[in-house]
Nanobody, 124 residues
């Protein structure tokens, strides 16, 4: 049974930083690319970042390029999202997800496994 458990959310001031973690179990982590999505109230879930199984390739949404960094530690079965220069519009529930493929993808429909999400609130 695949489990993805996010942590690290909370309240942060605009301009601040936050690091999210996602611990994976029940899958051969090093064979899966991983992704982060976010969903604000009343909106659809949208892509934030993805990383290949090896960690060599990353993808980012235009809205977070230069501010967010996705990384992974295959020895710890964990993927991270470092968020810097946070803006109030970054406020959302952030979800960790895994598609059943090693290549990173920004397509939500390609993701098979999802975490429960962690709330990030950025105050102005």
């Amino acid at each position: 049974q695949v489990q993805l458990v996010e942590s690290g959310g909370g309240l942060v001031q605009a301009g601040g930083s936050q690091r999210l973690s996602c611990a994976a179990s029940g899958l051969t982590f090093s064979r899966y690319s991983m992704g982060w999505f976010c969903q604000a109230p009343g909106t659809e879930r949208e892509f934030v970042a993805a990383i290949s199984a090896s960690g060599a390739i990353t993808l980012y949404a235009n809205s977070v390029k230069g501010r967010f960094t996705i990384s992974r530690d295959n020895a710890k079965n964990t993927v991270y999202l470092q968020m810097n220069s946070l803006k109030p519009e970054d406020t959302a529930v952030y979800y960790c997800a895994a598609p059943d493929q090693p290549r990173p993808t920004n397509e939500l429909r390609n993701y098979d496994y999802w975490g429960q999400g962690t709330q990030v609130t950025v105050s102005s």
